[in-house]
């Protein structure tokens, strides 16, 4: 039976994360390092650990997420990031998202233009990162669950993650009620989150919000908005929504790649 869990998205994880990575992480170490854990940084994920992911079954469907970041500068200028997910779920639970990234990185993004194709398969319990360019399928086990829908735990994966060790207050969740999104029905819900004074070497306290916006039938966040004043307003959006069947091919390693366990922490 598969272990309950908490509402995470992995693919709008993924996104955020990759997108608020070191800036001194390569490209091809992106589809190595870019399988997070809640509220963990993709840089510091222990590749021994097994990754909780959650599964819906009978629900298939193929959709395209954007995430738009604007940081507005001191001058009153902006810097616009956006980042690209297509996403497909068979009825079975299978997974595919293929993360075009931009940028990754805070204040001074690094130019990356590369896309990340990520495969969860919980009858294996194994996720494949795969890398086009030399043909490998990077593999790391993982727990299939299932979604707790009736937990208060909010999602914050739209935000960047912060380090598991960072002091932070967190308010009760605010139900923004229904509404319709793209044809989805979705069910709302706030968080406000303040990191105190001295926290990471702050004078003052830093206020945060993530709004979310859950698509009840499909189970996936259609709709969200985080702000930080240290890295901007992070928009995401999900369109393009098919409920057709994807191909089964999507979920298959091809037959010409390589598997590799994932690397071991240096």
């Not at 398969?121 to 990077?138: F, Q």
Request: with cysteine; charged share 25%; proline share 9%.
């Amino acid at each position: 039976m598969a272990l309950r869990c908490k509402r995470l998205e992995f693919a709008l994880g993924v996104l955020v994360c990759a997108c608020a990575a070191a800036p001194a992480a390569r490209a091809q170490d992106v589809a190595q390092d870019v399988a997070p854990r809640p509220a963990t940084p993709a840089a510091t994920v222990n590749p021994g650990a097994a990754n909780n992911v959650r599964v819906v079954i009978g629900v298939p469907y193929s959709a395209l997420g954007t995430s738009e970041t604007v940081i507005t500068l001191a001058d009153g200028s902006r810097v616009v990031r956006q980042n690209v997910i297509r996403q497909w779920r068979d009825s079975d639970g299978r997974t595919r998202s293929e993360i075009s990234l931009t940028t990754i990185g805070g204040s001074t993004p690094v130019e990356l233009n590369t896309t990340v194709t990520v495969i969860d398969d919980p009858a294996t319990r194994e996720r494949y990162m795969l890398r086009s360019g030399d043909k490998v399928a990077v593999t790391m086990p993982i727990v299939p669950c299932r979604p707790d829908a009736s937990s208060l735990e909010p999602d914050l994966s739209v935000g960047p993650p912060r380090p598991s060790n960072l002091r932070i207050r967190m308010s009760a969740p605010v139900t923004l009620g229904e509404r319709k999104v793209n044809g989805e029905t979705v069910a709302g819900r706030r968080i406000e989150a303040t990191i105190p004074a001295g926290a990471m070497g702050n004078p003052k306290p830093i206020r945060l919000s993530s709004e979310q916006w859950y698509g009840k039938d499909l189970q996936v966040v259609v709709e969200a908005t985080y702000r930080d004043p240290r890295t901007g307003e992070t928009r995401y959006r999900l369109s393009h929504i098919e409920r057709a069947e994807p191909d089964a091919t999507l979920f298959q390693v091809p037959d010409n790649y390589r598997r590799e366990p994932t690397r071991k922490p240096r």
